[in-house]
């Protein structure tokens, strides 16, 4: 960011040395010409006194200090409300791609000149009664918090008004409930807060478990697949054959995949694909379904091919070490015959959205693409040998300074992986959060934290870093982080649904005995009571 003009400056101290009175611009003080200030003033405070000085000297210096302090101020004030801009910026961002997705189905329905005043009639009762319903979603979003029906709700295709609609595949349409495990007419289960004469008390728990039954039979399936493995490549080709054979579903895999599925037989032409990377943003409006083929590496694949809403996913374990497949490759017909048919269990995996701002740029809104982490978000030193300087803000509030090999912003999906080799905690995947792990800081005290996921994390390399940063998202895009650069990254609006084998808890659990080994060792040997053992002796 440029530095702002100096109308007016004020000279004070001895020989060459000035501190100049800024002059802010739209409310706020360039932070580069307080760092300057502040260096200033610093090395003003460290020149050797003069033999004879005074008070009135001593007083001038605690006045210098004063200015000090204030100039600090005034920039944590200036990140502070940039931070706060950004979140408005993206709440309007958000507001806009409605209204214009709202605009859109006006336009198509006033083009569509071949049909009757009748269907007129019922296409604006239907619009109608859409608008209620997203009333009524809206109410219930902001009584219980996250609704799963608001994130995951099949809204139909936005695409442009030339593509012949009649030729598209209709999306199959689900609902999202919370499923209570050993009740019947009580799925909707909230927790209530009652103040009953000066008594805080909640009344009886749910299970919270979210529960995903279809509306309309699948028709298409995306399978993605573990590159490199005849295994895998084999079970594709019987997974294809039987989706398509018996489920009748419409299949798309990736052009690799479709490539080799050709040289194996010609029968696979049926077999589905895309062209270019303007296909890949629209799948999400023709897949009903996803299937993985691999470890926890290509559910983060399938995750970063959507940048907005995710369909439901099915991952199978075909990997060296996996937390999030939980189903088996050998029993594929029976998993996939009980998933296409429903009600499954289901687990909301929230992701990072993240955006690198230059010190360069004007204004916060001069940001670079966003990028959706499921794992998460890593700011290390790279190849350099000094320690990575890091300041992190929490919303408005400053909250430290890290020092050491680096920083990870992890979902609580992420948990399992880079978080906790660096020491973090182990997080059920439904609980939302935003985990604040530091790699080998350069102090004892320097914890873990685990931040609610309604926060906007701030992270500035500060002008005075002795190199710069280097950022990765799920181990990939890797972007360097100069001085005066900032990562701001916040909770992601669509997350990723993935199926489970029994429910969100059973297969977290298991997935920490199976692949951890958590807590495992010999039980400890019985040797008989005290009493009994004095009896033998004797």
């Known amino acids: 960011m440029s530095p702002s003009n100096h109308d007016s400056t004020a000279s004070f101290g001895h020989g060459d040395t000035s501190v ?16 300057h200030s502040e260096k200033a003033v610093e090395e003003l405070l460290q020149q050797t006194p003069v033999e004879g000085m005074d008070e009135h000297l001593i007083e001038f210096s605690e006045a210098l200090r004063t200015v000090a302090k204030a100039l600090r101020r005034a920039a944590e004030g200036k990140a502070s409300a940039q931070a706060e801009a950004a979140e408005w910026k993206r709440r309007y961002e958000l507001e ?20 009757d005043c009748g269907k007129v009639k019922n296409s604006d009762k239907q619009l109608m009664q859409q608008n209620e319903l997203d009333k009524i979603f809206d109410e219930c979003c902001m009584k219980h918090g996250i609704c799963s029906h608001e994130v995951l709700r099949d809204r139909g295709s936005d695409s442009s008004s030339n593509v012949d609609r009649s030729k598209m595949m209709r999306k199959a349409s689900f609902k999202l409930s919370w499923w209570c495990k050993g009740e019947n007419g009580d799925q909707h289960k909230h927790d209530i807060v009652s103040f009953e004469k000066g008594n805080i008390t909640t009344a009886e728990r749910s299970s919270k478990q979210i529960s995903l039954k279809w509306e309309s039979d699948p028709q298409t399936v995306l399978i993605l697949t573990k590159p490199n493995s005849v295994s895998v490549r084999i079970l594709c080709a019987q997974m294809v054959r039987w989706l398509k054979e018996k489920k009748k579903l419409n299949i798309y895999v990736e052009p690799r995949v479709r490539a080799e599925l050709l040289t194996e037989s010609s029968d696979f032409n049926y077999v589905q694909t895309w062209k270019d990377d303007q296909e890949i943003l629209l799948l999400h409006t023709k897949v009903d379904l996803v299937i993985t083929l691999g470890g926890d590496g290509t559910v983060l694949w399938a995750a970063s091919m959507f940048k907005g809403p995710v369909p439901p996913i099915v991952p199978f374990s075909l990997g060296s070490l996996g937390f999030m497949t939980p189903f088996h490759s050998e029993h594929f017909k029976e998993c996939l015959d009980s998933v296409l048919r429903g009600p499954v269990s289901i687990t909301l995996r929230h992701r990072l959205l993240c955006r690198v701002i230059r010190d360069a740029a004007k204004n916060e809104y001069e940001t670079e693409e966003p990028i959706l982490v499921l794992n998460e978000v890593t700011i290390d030193r790279g190849i350099s040998s000094y320690l990575t300087n890091l300041e992190c803000y929490c919303d408005n509030s400053f909250v430290t300074c890290v020092q050491g090999d680096g920083l990870i912003l992890s979902t609580t999906s992420g948990s399992t992986a880079y978080s906790l080799a660096a020491g973090g905690s182990m997080v059920h995947p439904q609980v939302p959060g935003i985990l604040f792990t530091p790699i080998c800081p350069h102090s004892l005290s320097f914890r873990p934290l685990i931040l609610p996921e309604h926060v906007t994390l701030r992270i500035v390399v500060p002008f005075n870093s002795r190199s710069p940063a280097w950022a990765s998202f799920d181990g990939k895009d890797r972007k360097q982080l100069a001085a005066g650069d900032a990562l701001l990254c916040s909770m992601a609006p669509c997350p990723v649904p993935t199926a489970c084998q029994v429910d969100s808890t059973s297969d977290f659990l298991s997935s920490i005995h199976d692949g951890l080994h958590w807590n495992l060792r010999k039980t400890q040997s019985f040797d008989g009571p005290w009493e009994l053992q004095d009896i033998i002796q004797i």
């Open 20 to 35: 100049s009175c800024l002059k802010p611009e739209n409310g706020f003080v360039d932070s580069l010409s307080l760092v």
């Open 96 to 115: 806009k791609t409605r209204n214009i997705q709202m605009e859109r189905k006006a336009q198509i329905a006033e083009q569509n000149g071949n049909i």
